[in-house]
């Protein structure tokens, strides 16, 4: 069985910085993309990055592009998004996500994470 477990939100003043991490278990063979979302408050669920292992391709979505990295330790099957320059409209529940397309709708990702809140304020 397939467990993501994020990590490493809280709350940071606008400009600040943070990262998450998403530790996975439970694959029975590699898998090839994990994403990151978010969710705010009355709002849906958006796709703010991903990563392809078999290529390295990497997906960022406009709002977060030049400010937000995605990463990975494959020995450690762990897979980070540093968020920098925050701002308070990045407020949000961020979720990882596995077994679905980099890109890719969230409809289309199998497995989740339970989420970790991101506040971001003065």
């Known amino acids: 069985q397939v467990q993501l477990v994020e990590s490493g939100g809280g709350l940071v003043q606008p400009g600040g910085s943070l990262r998450l991490s998403c530790a996975a278990s439970?694959?029975?063979?590699?898998?090839?993309?994990i994403g990151w979302f978010r969710q705010a408050p009355g709002k849906e669920r958006e796709g703010v990055s991903c990563m392809d292992n078999s290529d390295g391709f990497t997906y960022y979505s406009d709002s977060v592009k030049g400010r937000f990295t995605i990463s990975r330790d494959n020995a450690n099957h762990t897979v980070y998004l540093q968020l920098n320059s925050l701002k308070p409209e990045d407020t949000a529940v961020y979720y990882c996500?596995?077994?679905?397309?980099?890109?890719?709708?969230?409809?289309?990702?199998?497995?989740w994470g339970q989420g970790t809140q991101v506040t971001v304020s003065s």
């Open positions: 996500a596995a077994e679905g397309p980099c890109p890719g709708p969230a409809i289309l990702f199998a497995s």
């Open positions: 439970g694959f029975t063979s590699d898998y090839r993309a």
